[in-house]
């Protein structure tokens, strides 16, 4: 049985701050002096498990297996994933986001696992989601598109912990292991498929934006922590 454990996750957005006044068409083409809207990085939530699993901030789901907080002789108090996962509301959905989404967030597998998905973002019918694998392979599909980020293997070695961070845009994709770059992609110039504005990499940003739902372990068609 694989075994993943979280500590504290923290989640910013580089999100709109008004000078002036802001319309409905934020991020657009802005009018003149005193009306520009400005990016801004914006802590959104941070997440730690100290005080236990809180149902009214966490939703459990279990797939033959448990979800609980454990006690780490590094970390403390980490959140427990083996064979189940985790479900928190999208702090990123609350807020109007210009450039991007970021999570940081300490983790460790005792097992190599590069099929099940970290942590996804689905809208409310499955219909769009982008998830994110131990290899840094960001996989997005949606009625806009589908996009897939390789990533590479080795990124994040099972056994110790290792501080991450990934950050969403609406041009580029990175991923940093222990304040170290490890992969950074620029994003195709393709449309979006539908009839939604703009690129590939407007919509990819746009479903980390809105999503209602962020998942831990949970999100690729293979299980994650799944029985062996």
Known sequence: MKTRKWSALFVAA?????????????GKMDPGAGNQVFPKLEKLTTLNFDDGLDPAIITTFLDNGEVLIAEDGEQGEVLHLNGGYARVANPAAAVKIQKAVGLTFWMKQTAEDLEGALFSFQNEDGTSKLSFSADGQLNFTSPA??????????ILPAGVWHFVGVSIGNEEYVVTVDGEEKFKETYSPAARADEGEGTIGDAILELAATAPYLYLGYGNEAQTLELM
């Open 14 to 26: 580089m999100t709109a701050l008004c000078m002036g006044s802001c319309s409905e068409d934020w």
């Open 145 to 154: 598109g589908s996009y897939d980020a390789n990533g590479m293997s080795g």
